[in-house]
Structure formats: C-alpha cells, structure tokens
C-alpha cells in the first residue's frame, strides 16, 4: 500500500541530502528523508570508539568565507556550527617537514624538491597559461603530459599526491582542469585566468576549518534547523524509482511512498539498477563512474606526538598519507592528555583490505617510529570520500536527469571543488534547476526573512 503522498521524497541521508532536504523544506515543500543505513549523515558524521570521538575520515571544510556550503548555511542554517581555523598544511618528505608552497614566491623557496624540479614545473604552468589561448579543451588533458619526463621521483611522488587528494585519481589520470577552474569569476575566460592568479598571489588554506565537536556538529545544525515538515526515515533501503516519463512513486525494502519531485543522492551509478528502461547513453556514462576508495587509520595516543598545528601531507608513505591530530582542533576529541590522529589514505582500485591495513599502518610507523608504544587506540574505516573520481577517463553524473522531476545530488553530480564543498555545489544548482522549472520559487523564505530583517 502506498505511504502519504510528499512534495519531495529525497534518497539518502549524507549531507548532500541532509542539505536538499534543509533547503527544500524551508522553501516550503513536504520532504520525506529516506536512508538506507540505522544512521544519518553518510560520510559526514561521528562516532565514539573506547573514549574518542571519531568522525567518517579526517575533514578540513573548506571556503568557509565565500564558497558553496557558507552560502546554504546562511540561507537555511538556524543553528551555525563552530569552525576552529584548519591552520597549515605541511609537507612531509623524509624527515623534513615544510609548509606547502602555496604561491610561485614560496614555490621557488620549497626546499623539499630540487631545484631544477621547481624551474622545470614553473615552465610548464607557463606552457599551461599558453594553452589556455590557443582554446583547448583541458577537461582532456591530464597533469602527465604537462609534468616534464626530467623531473625525480620525489617530485613526481608529490604531484601524484596532490591528484590523489584533490581529484581521487593519478597523476596519469587528472585532468588539467581540476587544478585551474575558480570558483569566483562567471565567465570563462576570467575563470582561467583567476584561477592561475590565485596561484601567483594567494596566501594559503586560510578559510578553511574544522567543526568543533567534529563532523557530527555539522549533521546536528541541519537537523535542528529542520522545520516540521520534513520526515527521516532510517534502515529504509530505495529498491525502485517508479516512473512513467516523470518520477511516480518511490519503493523500499519496506513501503513505497508517492510524490512529486525525488532527489536522489546515493550513488548515480546505482541509478541505472533503481529505475527501468533509461536512455541507453546516459545509463552507460553512469556505468563508467570510477569511486574513489579510502581507507582511514585512527591511532589514539597516550602522548601528544604531533605538536604543530595544521596537517602533514606525508609523500614517503606507500599509500600516500594526509595526516591530521584532530584533538589538537578540539581537545574533547580524545580522552584527557591523549591526542587523536587521522591518517587519511586514498587507495587503488583493486585492492584487498586486510592487506592494505597492515602496509598503511607499517609505512606510518616506520616513518614516525616513536608513535607506536603510545598507541592506545586503533580504529580503520573503509569509506568512498567522492562518489565520482575526476578522471579523464571515467564517467560523471550531473544533477539534471533525462527524468522529468528526478534530479540527483551529490559528489558524483558536480565538477567543482571536492567533498563537502562540492556537495553543497551540487545542492545549489538543484536548487537553481528546481526554480528554472518552477519547481520552488526563489529562495522564498531566505528573502522574507531578509525582509523581516531590514524592518
Ligand atoms: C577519509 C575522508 C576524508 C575526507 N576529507 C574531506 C575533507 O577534508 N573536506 C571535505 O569537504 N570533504 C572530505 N571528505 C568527503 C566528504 O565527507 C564527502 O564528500 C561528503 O560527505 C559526501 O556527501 P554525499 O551526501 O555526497 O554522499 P554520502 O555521504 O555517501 O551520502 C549518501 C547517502 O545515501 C545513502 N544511500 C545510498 N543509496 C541509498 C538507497 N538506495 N536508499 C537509501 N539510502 C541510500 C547512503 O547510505 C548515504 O548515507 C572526506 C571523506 C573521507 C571518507
């Protein structure tokens, strides 16, 4: 038997959906919440483990003063959560430990790789300002064929790493385009050129932060910013998106709910098995979607080992490592005196668990080798940080769908900037979308309440 009829019924709970569900409720619009798991949050949120609060991966939320997720957090948000600066990154290369280069000035200083290195790498963002004119796509190609063949092992390794964990893919695979698209300027010429400006002028991660009380504060704001009429139900698994030409009724494992409009935020390459008979090319670039795998080791420590404040991009590490003390952002993280630290790893596609466990944990001991008496806790988290990788060769979902009121959000569904931030990219241009069609009208609420405001 069919459920209540809702406006919009929004698939999974992670905080692409947390989000769409937030912004659509306050736009005035009946939401049904369905998640498959006991737990909402997805990939955002946090658990205890034997004293020590542990969020899913270590997180720095990023353009916290312009970008994507300040904007939905000031439209909907009742309740901000607090971000503690995220401070420096720095490089680890041996026993070195250096402050990432963010601009050509400290890049010409960055004494981790030679010398030659840097110059032969200047040279080539130069060849890469010159392909910008000459109005090639670099969607196609990759940071490879711009890295002169010269360079050594070590430089390479640290450009590998940085594809890795801005894209979720090699350095072979990375498209040129992930490191020069901006965020600010609207038309793409500007956009290009913004982007390599940053490159010469900008200061570092400054307005990035980490949630105090961890990831789960984040999912607490949404979920106390929630009006009545949105409805979360968790263990509920979407097995069929029932449609005719438009989206019909959602079915679980346990009911099926009628509605108008669905926003789907699970996995798009799932959507190919939810929903019968979709357009054969649009079903098969779904198919082509490559995830991104990580693993994460938390150690928890009886002694405060990491002092500096900020994280450590270890490049020796075999998988590359992002290390990051959590509890020195909030102490409450860990039991009194002790230090909590997440290393993140981004892994192969094929690879076997048990295994890649023992190789990450041994390569981080046997670079920090007084770590190990100190260890109290260790916990390990298998988990996809981006539902698509920005890979040359792979598929990508788009929030638009061939399906009249279906549209989907989330990591796969949006090329701009990475996790948190380009979910909440995506979030906006299904708000944006939704309002083209007159789906929602404009930010309805936001505006009265601006209005409430000014009086
Ligand atoms: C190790 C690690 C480090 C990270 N570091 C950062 C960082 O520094 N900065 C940053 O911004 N981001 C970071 N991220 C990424 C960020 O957490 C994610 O990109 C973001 O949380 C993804 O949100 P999402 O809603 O798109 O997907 P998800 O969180 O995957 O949510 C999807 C939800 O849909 C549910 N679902 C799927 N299928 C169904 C179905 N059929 N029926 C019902 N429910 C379904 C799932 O159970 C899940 O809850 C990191 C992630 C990891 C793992």
Same mark, same amino acid.
């Given at each position: 038997m069919d459920n209540d009829n809702y406006d919009v019924v929004v698939i999974g709970a992670g905080i692409s959906g947390l989000l769409t569900a937030l912004a659509l409720s306050k736009e005035g619009k009946s939401v049904l919440i369905l998640e498959? +798991?006991?737990?909402?949050?997805?990939?955002c949120r946090s658990y205890e483990v034997d004293g020590y609060r542990i969020d899913t991966g270590p997180h720095a939320i990023t353009r916290? +003063?312009?970008g994507p997720f300040k904007e939905l957090m000031d439209r909907y948000f009742d309740v901000i959560p607090q971000f503690v600066p995220f401070g420096k990154y720095q490089v680890r290369i041996g026993n070195d430990v250096k402050p990432f280069p963010w601009n050509i000035n400290s890049w010409l200083k960055f004494g981790l790789i030679p010398k030659t290195d840097r110059l032969l790498i200047m040279k080539s963002l130069f060849n890469t300002l010159y392909l910008l004119n000459t109005g090639k796509n670099l969607n196609d190609i990759s940071i490879q064929e711009l890295?002169?063949?010269?360079?050594?092992s070590t430089t390479r390794r640290f450009l590998d790493w940085l594809c890795y964990f801005l894209v979720g893919t090699s350095i072979e695979n990375t498209a040129v385009s992930r490191f020069i698209d901006?965020?600010?300027?609207?038309s793409s010429a500007v956009k290009y050129i913004g982007n390599i400006y940053d490159f010469f002028v900008t200061e570092g991660a400054k307005d990035q932060g980490y949630p105090k009380g961890g990831l789960q504060s984040i999912v607490n704001s949404i979920l106390v910013s929630f009006p009545k009429n949105v409805e979360i139900k968790t263990s509920e698994e979407v097995v069929k998106i029932q449609c005719s030409g438009k989206v019909e009724k959602v079915i679980t494992n346990h009911n099926s709910y009628k509605c108008n409009t669905v926003v789907y935020s699970g996995f798009a390459s799932d959507l190919p098995h939810l929903i019968d008979n979709l357009p054969y090319d649009y079903a098969q670039n779904l198919n082509k979607i490559k995830k991104v795998n990580s693993l994460t080791i938390w150690l928890g420590l009886n002694k405060k080992i990491f002092k500096n404040y900020g994280s450590e991009m270890w490049i020796d590490s075999d998988p590359y490592a992002w290390m990051v003390p959590v509890s020195n952002y909030d102490s409450t993280m860990a039991p009194n005196g002790n230090q909590l630290v997440g290393f993140a790893f981004t892994l192969p596609d094929d690879y076997d668990s048990n295994e890649m466990r023992k190789k990450a944990l041994d390569s981080i001991i046997r670079i920090q080798p007084d770590m190990e008496k100190h260890i109290e806790m260790i916990h390990y988290q298998d988990l996809i940080p981006e539902k698509a990788a920005w890979d040359i060769n792979s598929g990508f979902g788009d929030v638009e769908t061939p399906i009249n009121n279906l549209y989907c959000v989330g990591t796969d569904t949006e090329k701009r900037s990475a996790g948190v931030s380009r979910a909440a990219y995506s979030v906006l241009r299904c708000l944006e979308i939704m309002e083209s069609e007159g789906n929602?009208?404009?930010f309805q609420i936001f505006n009265e309440e601006l209005e409430l405001a000014a009086k």
């Open positions: 498959k +798991e006991e737990c909402i949050g997805g990939v916290l +003063e312009s890295v002169p063949d010269n360079i050594s901006n965020k600010t300027h609207k929602i009208h404009k």
